[in-house]
């Protein structure tokens, strides 16, 4: 569908997309339907993904991972689960892999690494990370979850919500309050895991889309985490999190153009079939500038999400650019959402075409990683410094 080359990929990532494909079309869209009704995707098609090698591939080999460090491979892994239509996949397996596990790799203890890492490659054990709140979302700030020192552990306090892979996690990277006098500097970052006494989960939400993601709080009552599973240094939590939170919206960037991808893939097909006025929808203009419109925005979102991932593996992506590519591509989701919908007409609206709970998956994209409104002010930060 798309004129221009993708000049960042070899042949080597080519047949890396192959595999990730034909992995996607075997073991995930003929369960997503099944995964929307549960809320939640399957325990089994974790250990299935672990097992084919599709998570973690960053970790080092000795812990069971490929010590793949191209981030190539992992926006294919990205983009094919957004084309394939399955959103709450799309959302939650690479939150494991991309969001959930830097934050262990690069800040964790040798013990926390030997304990968690092996199990997330493996897909025994799920990862998420709970930063919101109920009383605090982007402006994190004001958290007020609480780790309190206690000589060999700290005692953790306080609630999490809208947390993906909450209800099915087995290990979470939670932002804590160590020293609620310092602000930011008062912020720490430590894993607790399920088997830590005093650690529950809420029934997963309601949501009006990502129907397949298991999203819940989480509660925390008098939870002793070991002194070894703080991630880095006490206090340095939003340093960390402010660290990987580029490389969080970038993948959030890459899902919504290759979700936008797929509803324009649905919609051709559909406005090649569907009659009116004895022609097919395809053969109207509106139709056709509405078509061409998308592809054009869709392709140049494309192109400049290619651009940040060549720069990531550089090491050059910075806050404001993922910022930017957070923003505009979430934004450019949602409009290709409501188009498609309208050129649909009213089975655009049935939630038995792709297109509905694309719609619906759509919406949320703006709000989590950090609202648009915020991206826009990290942006200006930039701007004007």
Same mark, same amino acid.
């Given at each position: 569908?798309?004129?221009?080359?993708?000049?960042?990929?070899?042949?080597?990532?080519?047949?890396?997309?192959?595999?990730?494909?034909?992995?996607?079309?075997?073991?995930?869209?003929?369960?997503?339907?099944?995964?929307?009704?549960?809320?939640?995707?399957?325990?089994?098609? #974790?250990?299935?993904?672990?097992?084919?090698?599709?998570?973690?591939?960053?970790?080092?080999?000795?812990?069971?991972?490929?010590?793949?460090?191209?981030?190539?491979?992992?926006?294919?892994?990205?983009?094919?689960?957004?084309?394939?239509?399955?959103?709450?996949?799309?959302?939650?397996?690479?939150?494991?892999?991309?969001?959930?596990?830097?934050?262990?790799? $690069?800040?964790?203890?040798?013990?926390?690494?030997?304990?968690?890492?092996?199990?997330?490659?493996?897909?025994?054990?799920?990862?998420?990370?709970?930063?919101?709140?109920?009383?605090?979302?982007?402006?994190?700030?004001?958290?007020?979850?609480?780790?309190?020192?206690?000589?060999?552990?700290?005692?953790?306090?306080?609630?999490?919500?809208?947390?993906?892979?909450?209800?099915?996690?087995?290990?979470?990277?939670?932002?804590?309050?160590?020293?609620?006098?310092?602000?930011?500097?008062?912020?720490?970052?430590?894993?607790?895991?399920?088997?830590?006494?005093?650690?529950?989960?809420?029934?997963?939400?309601?949501?009006?889309?990502? $129907?397949?993601?298991?999203?819940? @709080?989480?509660?925390?009552?008098?939870?002793?985490?070991?002194?070894?599973?703080?991630?880095?240094?006490?206090? @340095?939590?939003?340093?960390?999190?402010?660290?990987?939170?580029?490389? @969080?919206?970038?993948?959030?960037?890459?899902?919504?153009?290759?979700?936008?991808?797929?509803?324009?893939?649905?919609?051709?097909?559909?406005?090649?079939?569907?009659?009116?006025?004895?022609?097919?929808?395809?053969?109207?203009?509106?139709?056709?500038?509405?078509?061409?419109?998308?592809?054009?925005?869709?392709?140049?979102?494309?192109?400049?999400?290619?651009?940040?991932?060549?720069?990531?593996?550089?090491?050059?992506?910075?806050?404001?650019?993922?910022?930017?590519?957070?923003?505009?591509?979430?934004?450019?989701?949602?409009?290709?959402?409501?188009?498609?919908?309208?050129? $649909?007409?009213?089975?655009?609206?049935? #939630?038995?075409?792709?297109?509905?709970?694309?719609?619906?998956?759509?919406?949320?994209?703006?709000?989590?990683?950090?609202?648009?409104?915020?991206?826009?002010?990290?942006?200006?930060?930039?701007?004007?410094?």
């Amino acid at each position: 569908m798309y004129g221009l080359p993708r000049t960042i990929f070899s042949s080597e990532h080519d047949l890396y997309r192959d595999s990730v494909r034909d992995f996607i079309a075997k073991e995930i869209t003929p369960n997503n339907a099944e995964w929307e009704n549960n809320k939640m995707v399957s325990r089994e098609s #974790w250990q299935k993904l672990g097992a084919n090698g599709f998570l973690g591939i960053q970790a080092p080999e000795k812990f069971g991972g490929m010590n793949i460090q191209d981030f190539r491979f992992n926006a294919i892994f990205i983009e094919e689960l957004g084309l394939s239509g399955c959103s709450g996949p799309a959302i939650g397996y690479p939150l494991h892999s991309d969001i959930v596990m830097p934050y262990i790799l $690069h800040y964790g203890t040798d013990s926390a690494l030997e304990k968690y890492i092996p199990k997330m490659v493996s897909g025994e054990f799920i990862g998420a990370v709970a930063m919101t709140e109920p009383g605090a979302g982007s402006d994190l700030q004001g958290i007020r979850a609480s780790a309190v020192d206690r000589g060999d552990h700290y005692l953790v306090n306080g609630s999490k919500t809208f947390i993906t892979n909450g209800y099915l996690c087995d290990v979470v990277v939670v932002a804590v309050k160590t020293d609620p006098t310092l602000g930011a500097k008062g912020i720490s970052l430590m894993i607790v895991d399920k088997d830590m006494p005093g650690f529950t989960k809420g029934k997963p939400f309601a949501k009006v889309g990502l $129907h397949a993601q298991d999203t819940c @709080e989480l509660f925390f009552e008098d939870v002793e985490v070991p002194k070894e599973n703080l991630l880095g240094k006490e206090g @340095e939590g939003f340093k960390y999190l402010m660290t990987e939170l580029a490389q @969080e919206r970038l993948v959030v960037s890459l899902a919504a153009v290759a979700l936008g991808e797929y509803m324009l893939q649905s919609t051709v097909q559909y406005v090649k079939e569907r009659k009116a006025f004895n022609k097919t929808i395809s053969e109207f203009q509106n139709t056709r500038f509405k078509l061409a419109e998308m592809c054009a925005a869709l392709e140049q979102g494309r192109i400049y999400c290619d651009q940040l991932v060549h720069l990531h593996n550089e090491g050059q992506l910075d806050s404001a650019m993922a910022s930017a590519a957070k923003y505009n591509m979430t934004e450019l989701q949602c409009k290709v959402a409501d188009e498609c919908v309208q050129l $649909h007409g009213g089975y655009g609206y049935m #939630w038995e075409f792709g297109v509905a709970r694309a719609y619906a998956d759509a919406r949320v994209q703006r709000i989590y990683a950090g609202t648009n409104e915020i991206m826009k002010e990290l942006i200006a930060r930039k701007i004007l410094k």
